[in-house]
């Protein structure tokens, strides 16, 4: 059995959906695009058991920049435990384009 293979190399995006009025209508898209797992602890969401539950976050907060809040390519796929931490801090380096 092989396991997980931490990615060494930038993420590049599969999907592009657009048109959405609301960013949770993004979730099924994202859960695919990061393969269910948290892009910043990559946890799996079958083996995530601390008991919350997985997010649509949005790199740049729709805070600090609402005409970004539906917009694909802000959004990641976030463990609750991790979507909380991060909360609106801005600084952090994309998962996107950094291999954690």
Same mark, same amino acid.
């Given at each position: 059995?092989?396991?997980?293979? %931490?990615?060494?190399?930038? !993420?590049?995006? #599969? &999907? =592009?959906?657009? =048109? %959405? +009025? *609301?960013?949770?209508? /993004?979730? *099924?898209?994202?859960? $695919?695009?990061?393969? /269910? #797992?948290?892009? %910043?602890?990559? !946890?799996?969401? +079958?083996?995530?058991?601390? =008991?919350?539950?997985? &997010?649509? $976050? !949005? /790199?740049? @907060?729709?805070?600090? *920049?609402? $005409? #970004? #809040?539906?917009?694909?390519?802000?959004?990641? %796929?976030?463990?609750?435990?991790?979507?909380?931490?991060?909360?609106?801090?801005? =600084?952090?380096?994309? @998962?996107? *384009?950094?291999?954690?």
């Amino acid at each position: 059995m092989i396991g997980f293979e %931490y990615p060494i190399s930038p !993420h590049v995006r #599969r &999907h =592009g959906p657009a =048109g %959405y +009025q *609301d960013y949770s209508s /993004f979730r *099924d898209w994202l859960r $695919d695009e990061f393969m /269910f #797992r948290c892009v %910043y602890c990559l !946890h799996r969401e +079958q083996w995530y058991n601390r =008991g919350a539950t997985f &997010h649509v $976050d !949005h /790199f740049i @907060p729709a805070t600090a *920049d609402p $005409d #970004r #809040r539906c917009e694909y390519s802000n959004l990641l %796929y976030a463990s609750g435990t991790c979507n909380v931490a991060k909360q609106a801090i801005l =600084g952090l380096p994309n @998962p996107c *384009d950094v291999a954690f």
